[in-house]
């Protein structure tokens, strides 16, 4: 099967720092792929060059067959992409908000109002729809924030820690549209340092350490090869190699 | 209420206020420099402007019958040049010979003292002297003018009393530096000849008057106000309107890096330019509502409030130029903001750097206060400093086209180079996505090298060359025509586009586009050559007709001064030249850089670059329409060649007739007889030729990127 995202080689320097190394990785449709790592493995630098944000060093992104970086506007026609810190525009309401991003994204005028309408029933938005961003919750901004990332209905969705500053209950709508946008075939990639969203969300996980890949495959498979109970040992593991060789190679 | 607390917290904001070096570069540093800055510069400006005064000859016109010895007193010095009649019209002259023009009286009885009479300027538009002084004065031909009344010499040798009259612009420094001169030397003489007639006459001192001295300003009440408020007002009028744009620069930029919402606007299918486009000309619009409000504001007021108080009302007309006036300032300034506030780590450091942009404002557009400062070819380019001025010579009522177009023109350039400075920020992502940028990430050095030029490329260079090249010229006057054409074409034009496409390691073949032409081109190229210039004079210069000092210049250039040149230097200087250097930076590197923008788009803003750096507004339209050709021709052949040949022969044929002095019989050089007959059949040449213009055959065409 082709992949729905496709990542190779990819690097990024920042001066003498090395953010990211050779990482190569890959999301099918209707499949659920975690990304996961501690804060400053690379999560977003990874992510953000994997959206066409930021140019990589080297290496190569496609979506859907389209380079990010030589057929950027095909290639983010294909994206939805969501951030657990990205604010709203704070004097539009979301549906004003909606109705910008779907114009960025070249949606007609016609197909716009329902599919508005649409997310805004589907997530459940109709009380806070008319506000103003900025007397929303965390939680409703959060819905508002996905309903943009599922506007003009991305083949790929990315997913940078869509859950950290939110509460259990808002936690878990955000997973529930998850796997619902799974089951409707979407390739979702999603990073999070929350090892439980994790197991209990990815099909697939790649292990994120200090800007390098440091194991990846099904949960079944991580746990076998690190020979850990659970992903939190089974990470541990792995940070601890990568500080000492002497662990990996017992 | 705790003291300790709130001392706490106290300490704890200050410690970290002082700690952000920006706030203290804001709070400390900008005051401790602002103010010795601003008063260096002013201090500087009113010096050099008081030794450029003492230096120059005070240009004096004598109207009346010459008092010898007066005049003769007068040139003693060399600070005052006498010319005689000057400027006064032919019946004016008789009537004022004859007597029936009087000095007109003040109210005050004549002065027994040494000093001279001065007259309130009026707006007295019935008295025909005044009225030919204040033309004389405020075409600048004259100083000032020492009017003799008739009968003074007479009464000089009967021991009765003569009468002078000098007027001057009160609001001109040079008018009123001449009056001061005048009037030092006229007491003198007043003095001396009061003296020899007491001695004469064994009077007592200050028996006799002697000689009556006048003055009167020229400046009507609406100029001498226009001076004051026109210096004022344009400091005001720019510092509101761009603090519009402050407030808006950061929200829209910084604004979006602290919100992160920049990251989400980057994923979406857009380009960066296409968003730094955007938000410039929401930044633009905000700046130019402020700007509409001030003028909005200061109209009413004027209108409504001054009248009452007598003050001169402001026409709708001049009110109606500074707002356009002010959509241009507004432009750069939106532009320069929203590419520094996009460089600012967040909207505090954005705020406190467009503060300190907003407070050195002030210097540039300060100094156009300073008197004497006048908009001249010099000042047309100082950024700001011109539109102040431009804005101050509406209130004068002495506009001057061609110095309306250049600062129009130059402020255009900036705008120019402040759009590409914000759009290579928006280039860089590690700046919008929340990094702090630097100056130096924008260097051309920095960015990876492309394999061909850009339009931001391009509209930078010409901007730069127009800059450079306009006050290169002024450096060289006086070193002969010859000398100076050469510099600018191969210096100025020439030498920039070949370093640069050196440098950046351009395809010099693609870029300039040498490639041969195929036979039809050149004959349609010849044809174009003979015809193109007379087709463009027929159809533009009727709806545009140059004024004669243009038309005059423009002779004397095409002969290569006021003796005509050898014709192989003319068609050396005139018509190879230009041929040259001017086709390798408009259909070289011009129309290479905007080739992305598709084939018209380039055709006519290369076209419109050709045009502007001809300097003037008359020849702007023909030099565009000369563009267009030029340009479809370079792009049709994909020959630069074949648009050498037409330039060439353009100009040198205009050239050659002039030399010959046809032009004269045929009426070209006026332009304003060229004949329906002679520019349909120069049009009929004309198509013919653009008809034969094609690609060579080795190579395929290409439909999509060739016009017609």
Redesign the interface.
């Known amino acids: 099967m082709t992949a729905m995202l496709l990542a190779q080689g990819l690097q990024k320097q920042?001066g003498a720092v090395s953010a990211v190394q050779s990482v190569n990785l890959e999301v099918q449709p209707g499949e659920v792929v975690g990304l996961l790592g501690p804060n400053g493995a690379g999560k977003t630098t990874t992510l953000?060059m994997l959206?066409?944000?930021?140019?990589p060093t080297a290496g190569q992104v496609t979506v859907r067959g389209w380079d990010v970086r030589a057929q950027?506007?095909?290639a983010?026609?294909c994206?939805g992409?969501l951030?657990g810190?990205?604010?709203?525009?704070?004097r539009l309401t979301p549906r004003e908000v909606l109705r910008y991003?779907g114009r960025?994204?070249?949606m007609t005028e016609t197909s716009l109002s329902p599919r508005i309408a649409e997310l805004i029933s589907d997530l459940e938005m109709r009380s806070f729809a008319d506000r103003p961003c900025r007397t929303l919750s965390s939680g409703q901004k959060q819905r508002a924030n996905i309903a943009?990332a599922l506007l003009h209905r991305p083949e790929v969705l990315m997913l940078d820690e869509p859950t950290a500053a939110l509460d259990v209950v808002s936690g878990q709508f955000i997973h529930e549209a998850i796997l619902r946008e799974r089951a409707a075939g979407r390739a979702i990639l999603f990073s999070t340092h929350f090892m439980s969203e994790a197991e209990r969300l990815c099909d697939r996980i790649y292990l994120l350490h200090e800007g390098r890949i440091a194991d990846h495959g099904t949960l079944t498979e991580l746990l076998t090869r690190s020979g850990c109970n659970n992903l939190t040992d089974a990470f541990l593991h792995h940070a601890r190699a990568a500080k000492s060789p002497a662990i990996s190679a017992a | 209420m705790r003291p300790q607390i709130i001392w706490t917290i106290f300490r704890k904001e200050i410690t970290e206020a002082l700690r952000d070096r920006l706030t203290l570069l804001v709070v400390l540093g900008l005051p401790i420099l602002i103010y010795p800055l601003v008063v260096t510069v002013l201090v500087r400006i009113q010096k050099t402007q008081e030794a450029v005064e003492d230096q120059r000859i005070s240009q004096v016109a004598v109207w009346g019958q010459p008092v010898e010895p007066l005049l003769k007193f007068l040139q003693r010095t060399n600070t005052l040049k006498l010319d005689p009649v000057q400027g006064l019209p032919t019946e004016l002259r008789r009537t004022f010979e004859s007597g029936e023009l009087q000095p007109r009286r003040t109210d005050k009885s004549p002065p027994a003292s040494d000093e001279a009479t001065a007259t309130e300027s009026k707006d007295d538009s019935d008295d025909p002297l005044l009225l030919a002084a204040r033309k004389l004065l405020t075409d600048k031909a004259a100083d000032a003018v020492l009017v003799l009344w008739p009968g003074t010499t007479e009464a000089l040798d009967q021991l009765d009393r003569g009468n002078i009259t000098v007027f001057y612009d009160e609001v001109r420094p040079a008018s009123v530096k001449a009056w001061s001169r005048l009037r030092e030397q006229l007491t003198q003489f007043r003095r001396e000849l009061v003296g020899q007639r007491q001695e004469q006459l064994k009077l007592p001192a200050g028996f006799a008057t002697a000689l009556e001295i006048r003055s009167e300003s020229v400046a009507t009440p609406k100029k001498v106000f226009g001076n004051h408020f026109g210096r004022l007002l344009p400091l005001l009028l720019i510092m509101l309107s761009a603090t519009g744009a402050l407030y808006a620069a950061v929200d829209l930029t910084a604004g979006e890096k602290d919100?992160?919402?920049m990251?989400?606007?980057?994923?979406?299918?857009?380009?960066p330019l296409e968003i730094v486009a955007g938000k410039f000309l929401a930044v633009w619009s905000i700046s130019l509502v402020s700007a509409f409000a001030n003028i909005l504001s200061l109209g009413f007021t004027f209108t409504r409030v001054a009248a009452a108080a007598n003050l001169p009302t402001i026409p709708l007309g001049t009110l109606a130029a500074v707002l356009g006036l002010l959509s241009l300032v507004t432009c750069t300034v939106a532009a320069a903001f929203i590419g520094v506030a996009a460089l600012a780590r967040d909207a505090k450091d954005a705020g406190n750097f467009l503060s300190a942009a907003l407070t050195l404002l002030i210097v540039p557009v300060a100094a156009s206060i300073m008197p004497g400062v006048e908009l001249n070819a010099w000042t047309a380019f100082v950024p700001l400093v011109n539109i102040a001025l431009l804005i101050k010579t509406l209130f004068l009522e002495e506009l001057r086209a061609n110095l309306f177009f250049l600062t129009v023109v130059a402020a255009f350039a900036y705008a120019m180079l402040a759009l590409v400075f914000a759009s290579r920020v928006f280039g860089k992502?590690?700046i919008l996505?929340g990094g702090a940028g630097s100056v130096r990430q924008l260097l051309p050095g920095q960015t990876r090298a492309k394999s061909e030029p850009t339009p931001g490329l391009v509209l930078t260079l010409f901007a730069v060359v127009l800059v450079v090249t306009f006050y290169g010229s002024l450096l060289l006057e006086g070193r002969g025509l010859v000398t100076t054409i050469l510099t600018v074409q191969y210096g100025f034009f020439l030498l920039p586009v070949v370093l640069l496409v050196l440098l950046k390691r351009f395809p010099v073949a693609t870029t300039f586009s040498l490639r041969p032409p195929n036979w039809r081109s050149v004959v349609g190229a010849l044809l174009i050559g003979v015809s193109g210039g007379v087709a463009v004079a027929g159809l533009t210069l009727r709806l545009l007709p140059p004024p004669d000092s243009l038309v005059e210049g423009l002779r004397d250039a095409l002969l290569l001064g006021k003796d005509p040149a050898p014709l192989w230097l003319v068609w050396l200087v005139l018509a190879f030249t230009p041929a040259l250097c001017e086709e390798a930076f408009f259909r070289g590197l011009t129309l290479s850089g905007l080739r992305r923008l598709g084939p018209w788009a380039a055709i006519g803003l290369s076209a419109l670059l050709f045009g502007i750096a001809h300097a003037s507004i008359y020849r702007l339209l023909p030099t565009f329409l000369l563009g267009v050709v030029l340009g479809y021709v370079a792009w049709r052949s994909r020959s630069i060649y074949c648009s050498m040949i037409v330039h060439a022969l353009n100009n040198g044929l205009i050239a050659t007739l002039v030399h010959f002095g046809v032009d004269a019989e045929w009426g070209l050089m006026e332009m304003k007889f060229v004949p329906w007959s002679l520019t349909f059949g120069a049009l009929a040449v004309l198509a013919v030729g653009l008809a034969l213009i094609g690609p060579p055959r080795s190579r395929p065409v290409d439909a999509e990127s060739t016009p017609g």
């Open positions: 920042f953000r959206t066409g944000v930021l140019a950027p506007l095909a983010k026609r994206i992409f951030s810190d990205t604010q709203l525009y704070q991003f960025l994204y070249g943009r | 919100r992160t919402t990251q989400t606007l980057l994923c979406a299918p857009v380009l992502e590690e996505l």
